[in-house]
């Protein structure tokens, strides 16, 4: 069932705002000694205590009142007085208050048991208890409930807007939002794909009943902020659903870019509550604001500082310092990311174009606000320390994305690290994996040969590729590293390199001819890995030191 509100019970529901008090409140207040002597057991609220002697009460009633009487002109058959409780009822009354004084010595039998009949609490009022006191009692609690509410709401806004000043502010409002609601709290595009999560996540069959309640609820919304809605229809911005014991709510966040607007899903033990409702609206508020396509990316005033340098002449290791944090270590440095969308993903990389949205939420899963996109194609720069690790594989894999990851460098060897980035992007692809990392293992033969003989080597072994023709020695070098990294697959190294095995077989096999060497010969192969990591701009200056 979907629907726009919490489902109503047979009872009175109260308007989302409205003050209120449980009624197991005013039954445990010593002062009162209300007792429950008839109806239900369940806890119910009340919204205003009201006095009456009518004998029929119902045109004066609006719904959620606990109705004190003594009985004056209560009916005096057993079928009158069932009358009287089933229109009670139906008028919304929220439970009955019996005073036993100056009419009754006791509470009639009849309407006890019409009471327990119509589901309806009866409550007895003490002879010593004046209906005002009980009023009076009702106020004063619906007021520090207000009270304790508003400090609620003032405290979970307060650590919202402290959120969304962080860096890894999208993250950081979710973080704030679960943990003072006590939700899983997840932000969806327009087609049900989680892009951020946080809280203790449900089991899968609610989390995908959320993410097709987004979907829906998305695809009921104009396409674009300019589309004129449909005469005679608003949809709904917001919904619910409710299986077994879990409230799932989405709310579509204002102003959604032409991808489909946005969704924050909620997924929750308890229904919500005024105050729920009203930190979920800050929220949205503060989560349209962030993935709003202007701001989305940001910018500090580094950055900006960094730009202008950068354009008037300034060298990248004079000004790649202002792009690192304030608290960066001495030792800080870079890691370079190349990243394909996954042909499968429904997410961002559905999107090719760079989305701002979308990028921005891969930006916060990599932990940096420098990413560029050409079509497809990702290139980002990650502020690196010994402390700060970049995404885990799980997070790639959620956002629909390849990664591959340099080794951390300095800036004089970015272009190394981007090399390193690219190839470990096309492992990732190749194998199928989320992301792929270069790795730097010193303790390896490459530490007992002198660099210079290495390098000497390296550039003998290959000199024959010097003059080749097209598609050139460059292209032909990095077939090869890629067909040995990929154990000699054609099919792998094809897909990693975005060509037909064909052409694979033909480029190894013009490198064979041209080196004069066995490639089938596992001891060849060796050599040629070897070699290949000696090559002019593959290895970083703090290689170059240890070897």
């Known amino acids: 069932m979907?629907?726009?509100?919490?489902?109503?019970?047979p009872w009175h529901t109260p308007a989302p705002g409205t003050p209120t008090v449980p009624l197991s409140v005013l039954l445990a207040d010593p002062d009162l000694g209300l007792k429950r002597i008839a109806g239900p057991d369940e806890d119910r609220f009340v919204e205003q205590v009201g006095t009456t002697e009518l004998a029929d009460p119902t045109p004066y009633l609006i719904g959620g009142e606990l109705l004190l009487t003594a009985g004056s002109r209560l009916p005096r058959?057993?079928?009158?007085?069932?009358?009287?409780?089933?229109?009670?009822?139906?008028?919304?009354?929220?439970?009955?208050g019996f005073g036993i004084v100056p009419v009754y010595e006791e509470v009639p039998p009849d309407l006890i048991a019409a009471c327990d009949r119509h589901d309806l609490p009866l409550l007895l009022v003490p002879r010593d208890v004046p209906f005002v006191a009980v009023a009076r009692a009702t106020h004063s609690a619906m007021a520090e409930a207000r009270i304790h509410d508003l400090r609620l709401v003032s405290e979970a806004q307060s650590a919202l807007a402290s959120a969304a000043a962080r860096p890894d502010a999208l993250a950081a409002v979710l973080r704030q939002l679960s943990a003072h609601l006590g939700v899983w709290a997840v932000l969806l595009d327009g087609s049900g794909a989680e892009l951020l999560a946080a809280g203790t996540r449900p089991g899968t069959q609610v989390t995908q009943q959320l993410c097709e309640l987004a979907a829906r609820t998305a695809a009921r919304q104009p396409s674009a902020p300019h589309d004129p809605p449909v005469p005679g229809s608003r949809p709904p911005a917001a919904a619910a659903q409710h299986h077994e014991g879990i409230h799932l709510t989405v709310h579509t966040l204002p102003g959604g870019d032409t991808t489909g607007?946005?969704?924050?899903g909620l997924a929750a033990a308890s229904r919500p509550t005024p105050v729920h409702r009203s930190v979920t609206g800050t929220a949205i508020v503060l989560l349209s604001l962030l993935t709003n396509p202007r701001h989305a990316l940001g910018g500090d005033t580094r950055t900006a500082g960094a730009v202008v340098r950068l354009l008037l002449g300034g060298a990248p290791a004079e000004i790649a310092h202002m792009l690192l944090p304030a608290d960066a270590p001495d030792d800080a440095a870079w890691t370079v990311v190349h990243g394909r969308p996954a042909r499968s993903a429904r997410g961002p990389g559905a999107r090719p174009g760079g989305d701002p949205v979308h990028l921005a939420a891969l930006g916060t899963a990599l932990g940096t606000p420098y990413l560029d996109m050409t079509g497809p194609a990702l290139r980002a720069l990650i502020p690196w320390s010994p402390h700060v690790q970049p995404t885990e594989p799980a997070d790639a894999a959620r956002l629909g994305w390849h990664l591959g990851f340099s080794a951390p460098v300095g800036t004089a060897d970015l272009p190394i690290a981007d090399t390193q980035a690219e190839r470990a992007l096309r492992r990732a692809v190749a194998a199928g994996l989320p992301t792929v990392r270069h790795l730097t293992v010193e303790q390896s033969v490459h530490g007992i040969v002198a660099p210079s003989e290495a390098k000497a080597l390296a550039r003998a072994r290959f000199a024959p590729l010097d003059h080749a023709p097209a598609p050139g020695p460059a292209v032909l070098l990095e077939t090869l590293r890629t067909w040995l990294s990929q154990y000699g697959s054609w099919d792998r190294t094809a897909a990693a390199l975005g060509l037909h095995r064909n052409t694979v077989r033909q480029r190894i096999g013009r490198i064979s001819e041209l080196l004069d060497i066995d490639l089938q010969d596992p001891e060849v192969r060796m050599e040629?890995?070897?070699?290949?990591?000696w090559l002019p701009g593959e290895r970083s200056a703090r290689n170059h030191s240890q070897g």
């Not at 058959?77 to 009955?96: N, P």
């Open 528 to 533: 040629l890995w070897f070699a290949l990591h």
């Open 77 to 96: 058959t057993s079928e009158g007085i069932d009358d009287y409780v089933r229109r009670v009822v139906e008028a919304g009354t929220v439970a009955l």
């Open 2 to 9: 979907i629907s726009a509100d919490p489902p109503r019970g």
């Open 261 to 264: 607007p946005l969704a924050l």
